[in-house]
């Protein structure tokens, strides 16, 4: 079976985590330190800072904002921790449609969305392709408004050449075993604001005020004293995924490339199929290619595409439900009395499937999955 993803580990990744098994300082420290300066050059951001998902990233980025009540507003087509994040901080997560033909928010539709309540927005960059950010932060900037790039599928993507990532208030980003580049599991958040980043590391270490690292070893001698000076999580990442994110950061662009690469070869053959549509990439943006996302014009194809793939021995998937049809955000919304409308996105998720795609896929498991979608109608 041709997985849907795979991901790229070797030699370079065993020769870090060495490194943190030979200083016997395995939590968080000096590996973590040198992933987060590293990945806050890539992005182009002052800072970095580490966590252990993505997810404890969205919740971090969104208390370390302030928002304690009110509003977010997320995009109907994402992995539900967008919208959880809003709900670990006591906000309501309102449901804004997608465009139709990148299925990221869609700017108009934020636009109508916005109510006295608003606290925020986390736009998401789906499946690697970069939302409208300036329309999104010209609407952020008139509204007051913080806005949090959710760029967990989008690390090296582009938008008017400056990378995903450091174009808003704050990003967070996954490295999830199977994103573009991965620590197994483990997430980052990019900023410029210093204050927002001393609060982070306070945040994700359970609200200390001083980690064992800096107390341990960047102190003059071992202090034992710490304060807990707020309410924090144990959120944050260690040196052992950070050593594999250290080795992965110098892979990423190489392996997006292999990625876009496998993306020709798969448009050139689908774009010939009338039944159905390719991805599309707006011309001011560089696409990450995490996810292939190929939409049948009839839906009721949807699912038998996928068993015709799956009797061919190539995996699928759909990225993603829309969030309100998932049975805690049904309840969760007629329990708030929040209508949701968002038309697009109730239409489009139907068409979608997720091809496999991987840096590592050989020429032969291309041509299986281009064989297989081909063959569909025939």
């Not at 800072?49 to 087509?77: F, K």
């Not at 997608?98 to 998401?124: F, G, S, W």
């Not at 950061?249 to 292999?258: P, Y």
């Not at 050139?268 to 996302?293: C, D, M, Q, T």
């Amino acid at each position: 079976m041709i997985p849907v993803f795979k991901p790229d580990l070797g030699k370079e990744e065993l020769d870090e985590i060495r490194k943190v098994f030979a200083s016997n300082w395995i939590g968080l420290g000096p590996k973590t330190r040198e992933f987060e300066e590293q990945f806050a050059k890539y992005i182009g951001t002052k800072f970095a800072v580490g966590t252990n998902s993505a997810t404890a990233a969205l919740h971090l980025a969104v208390a370390a904002h302030g928002i304690d009540s009110g509003e977010v507003i997320v995009p109907a087509v994402t992995f539900v921790s967008t919208a959880h994040a809003a709900v670990y901080c006591n906000a309501k997560p309102i449901l804004c449609d997608v465009d139709k033909e990148t299925l990221c928010m869609d700017a108009d539709d934020l636009q109508r969305k916005i109510t006295k309540n608003t606290k925020a927005i986390i736009p998401v960059h789906l499946g690697g392709h970069p939302c409208d950010m300036d329309a999104i932060n010209d609407i952020a900037e008139d509204k007051n408004l913080i806005v949090i790039e959710d760029a967990a599928n989008a690390t090296g993507a582009l938008y008017k050449g400056k990378k995903i990532g450091s174009l808003a208030d704050s990003a967070c980003f996954s490295f999830h075993a199977v994103k573009n580049m991965t620590t197994g599991e483990g997430g980052m958040i990019t900023t410029d604001d210093e204050d927002l980043v001393k609060k982070l590391y306070r945040l994700r270490w359970v609200g200390i005020n001083k980690d064992t690292w800096n107390r341990a070893y960047v102190s003059a001698k071992y202090s034992w004293y710490y304060e807990v000076t707020e309410l924090g999580w144990k959120y944050h990442m260690n040196d052992i995924p950070a050593a594999i994110g250290v080795a992965q950061l110098k892979k990423v662009d190489r392996l997006n490339e292999a990625r876009r690469k496998i993306v020709e070869r798969y448009n050139a053959a689908f774009s010939r199929l009338g039944w159905l549509s390719v991805p599309y990439e707006a011309k001011n943006v560089k696409h990450a290619y995490w996810l292939y996302i190929l939409r049948v014009n009839d839906p009721s194809d949807r699912d038998k595409i996928i068993k015709h793939l799956a009797d061919r021995s190539i995996a699928t998937s759909v990225h993603f439900m829309p969030v309100h049809l998932q049975p805690y955000y049904r309840d969760f919304y007629i329990r708030n009395k929040i209508k949701v409308s968002v038309p697009v996105a109730d239409v489009e998720w139907k068409k979608m499937v997720t091809l496999p795609l991987y840096p590592s896929m050989t020429d032969s498991e291309v041509k299986q999955v281009v064989d297989g979608v081909s063959s569909f109608r025939k």
